[in-house]
């Protein structure tokens, strides 16, 4: 089945820097991977999600890039905010309504 | 106006027991779901329901039995609960041929086990 690895496991930055959150995939049949934010406590929620016919998909701050080829993707964060700090999950599943599989996720701090 | 409501929150409970957690959601999808998040923030999927009908049921011990009356309800009822079963069960919902495919989570039920 599908195994989806993510690096780094904590993250912590300087508040207006970059991060940077990469993620493997073991089935080359997955084709749609999603990136989920769960803050302190709350429920974690879609940020922004690309298909692999698409290699990068941008949205405002947040970029996420797709290399098929070598099955990573990475999460781009741009101008860092103390409200970005939170576990930041990458997923994949073989199409946008089978079964999710998430990598165990990153702890991003944004220091004011 | 809840999306994805689950009851109760908070569950303290000894080991042995019995106990039952309430999904429902009012976001008119056809696919629902139970995750288990542990201590290490792990989010594993435990089961899937598509229009009542179970289609992802993972290796999870058979203590666990998942229940659709229909499908804006999901139920996980849990017997003889184990130490090993605390943690945050999160419920979520989905539209089975959406294009987004996005999982829509209800604010999780930590159970706690003593």
């Known amino acids: 089945g599908e195994n989806v690895e993510q690096h780094p496991s904590t993250l912590s930055v300087q508040e207006g820097d970059s991060a940077v959150i990469k993620c493997t995939y073991s089935?080359?049949?997955?084709?749609?991977f999603p990136w989920y934010k769960q803050e302190l406590g709350k429920r974690p929620q879609l940020i922004i999600d690309?298909?692999?016919?698409?290699g990068e998909k941008k949205d405002q701050r947040i970029a996420v890039t797709l290399n098929k080829t070598a099955k990573h993707f990475s999460l781009h964060i741009t101008e860092t905010q103390p409200e970005d700090s939170a576990v930041y999950f990458c997923a994949a599943s073989i199409t946008s309504y089978d079964k999710v599989i998430f990598g165990p996720g990153t702890s991003l701090s944004v220091i004011p | 106006d809840t999306a994805v409501s689950q009851t109760p929150k908070y569950l303290v409970t000894q080991m042995g027991n019995d106990k039952s957690i309430k999904c429902e959601q009012n976001l008119g999808h056809d696919t629902m779901y139970w995750y288990k998040q542990d201590s290490k923030k792990f989010l594993k999927i435990m089961f899937s329901?598509?229009?009542?009908?179970?289609?992802i049921n993972e290796t999870v011990p058979n203590r666990f039995s998942p229940k659709s009356p229909d499908k804006a309800h999901l139920n996980l009822h849990i017997n003889s609960l184990e130490l090993g079963d605390s943690a945050v069960y999160f419920c979520?919902?989905?539209?089975?041929?959406?294009?987004?495919?996005?999982?829509?989570f209800g604010e999780g039920s930590r159970l706690t086990v003593l």
């Open positions: 329901y598509n229009n009542k009908e179970l289609i």
């Open positions: 979520a919902s989905s539209q089975y041929d959406s294009l987004t495919g996005e999982l829509f």
């Open positions: 690309i298909r692999s016919n698409v």
């Open positions: 089935d080359s049949a997955s084709n749609y």
